[in-house]
């Protein structure tokens, strides 16, 4: 990675392009009693190049270096990777992205069954994260409001048209699934009530098996709601056919103060009657670093807990 990063800069210097960094440290202790005690940290790099030549285009690159430790077998794993690395074009009505990428497909909060690159983990520590894409994906400025998109990557195509439709934003959305034998046509649709703080969203569509012809139903239904003193409610309902699952979630966010955040997120199954509780508290140490301590409460009793410590460079 060293002799890497010394090629970039020296190219960046010698073709005159802006080269821009930014490093990030994250780091998670964790414990869970059928794993014992873990630990992870991962060192982020940014870097941003671009021209003064070429305002419309741009290169970001993201760089990771993992380290993975069992405390309680004394195991430990280390690797690098890119996390992203694209090339970004954006002109008035234009936007090519190439390269490894983040699809931004879905309007759920606890799930997302219309994202197959993308996925949300709402049971992970970090939920943001999201492994890239290498794809292809161009979107067309229709007008303001409204603009398709099209991407392509090695197993799955997309296409999707959005524009806002009086009250909502409204999206139609067709995936060619090959990894996973799946065509899929389905919607997406998020917007406010009535000119409350209510936010309602959905998502969710018909799923066809291309192996077997057989064909089910995904979806979620949500509701968002902001209060005073900094409290968020949200809710949200999932259905899967094919599983014949059905889950609710519901999640109280409550900032006390500017540098306070408590968090609790509890999803049940309507079926087996599961039950996760995870509540979490986020503490600003300065604009630059954050401490996360938190746990996940089970029916299954396979809790687990966790610190998250992040600094930006």
Not at 72 to 97: C, D, L, P, Q, W
């Amino acid at each position: 990675m060293r002799l890497f990063l010394s090629f970039l800069l020296t190219i960046s210097t010698l073709s005159g392009l802006d080269l821009k960094t930014n490093l990030e440290n994250n780091n998670i202790l964790g414990y869970q009693k059928s794993l014992g005690t873990l630990n992870y940290n991962r060192l982020r790099l940014y870097l941003d190049l671009s021209d003064k030549r070429w305002k419309d285009i741009n290169a970001k690159m993201i760089l990771d270096n993992e380290n993975f430790y069992n405390l309680k077998g004394s195991k430990n794993r280390n690797k690098s990777s890119f996390y992203r690395a694209y090339i970004n074009y954006t002109g008035e009505k234009h936007m090519f992205v190439v390269g490894l990428q983040r699809i931004p497909f879905g309007v759920g909060r606890i799930w997302n069954p219309i994202d197959v690159f993308n996925p949300i983990d709402i049971t992970s520590i970090e939920t943001n994260e999201r492994k890239g894409t290498e794809s292809i994906r161009y979107e067309y400025a229709i007008n303001e409001l409204s603009n398709f998109d099209i991407t392509l990557s090695k197993n799955r195509h997309a296409l999707r048209i959005k524009g806002y439709l009086n009250v909502a934003d409204f999206a139609l959305i067709f995936i060619k699934d090959k990894r996973n034998s799946l065509d899929i046509v389905g919607v997406e649709a998020e917007g406010e009530l009535l000119n409350t703080d209510i936010t309602l969203r959905g998502e969710g569509g018909r799923f066809l098996d291309t192996k077997t012809d057989e064909s089910y139903y995904s979806y979620i239904l949500g509701v968002e709601r902001g209060f005073e003193n900094s409290i968020i409610l949200l809710a949200e309902f999932y259905q899967n056919t094919k599983l014949k699952t059905k889950q609710l979630a519901l999640n109280l966010s409550y900032q006390p103060s500017p540098i306070w955040t408590i968090n609790l997120l509890g999803l049940g199954s309507l079926d087996n009657k599961t039950l996760t509780l995870s509540p979490s508290f986020t503490y600003s140490l300065s604009d630059e670093s954050t401490l996360v301590a938190g746990a996940f409460f089970n029916s299954k009793r396979e809790d687990r807990f966790f610190v998250n410590y992040f600094i930006n460079f």
